[in-house]
């Protein structure tokens, strides 16, 4: 599997991961009634925020990542596959966006820690 991460000039990018993150913030109310949306405003954000929003909008917008965890439910060797997967994808936005790079290995040693397998692509 090839992965491939559009490379978006860094303002564009910063909008559209904060627009995307003000829209599922405001879809919340259709899972939880209490909900009150709170939009963010690019100008107000700190950088590990705009950073982590930026991340995730590129690994589940801009990435094939989600059809790719779906192909492997109920597969044998799925955990492994998922591992790999999850080290693939964040090394690809880490190689694209090397600003985002201590947030593709943050989010990657939450993500694995449990499974006792954070090592970063390329690491012996």
Sequence with gaps: MRIAIPTLDWDVLARSAVNHRNRRDAERIWDRFDHTPDPARLDELDGPTLHRWAVN??????????????????????????????RRIYAAIAEAYPILAEECRRQLHARQTQTGDDRWPGAP
């Design 57 to 86: 909008y590129l690994r589940h917008n801009l990435t094939t990542y989600d059809a790719e965890l779906d192909e492997l439910f109920g597969r044998i060797g799925r955990a492994e596959g998922t591992r790999l997967l999850q």
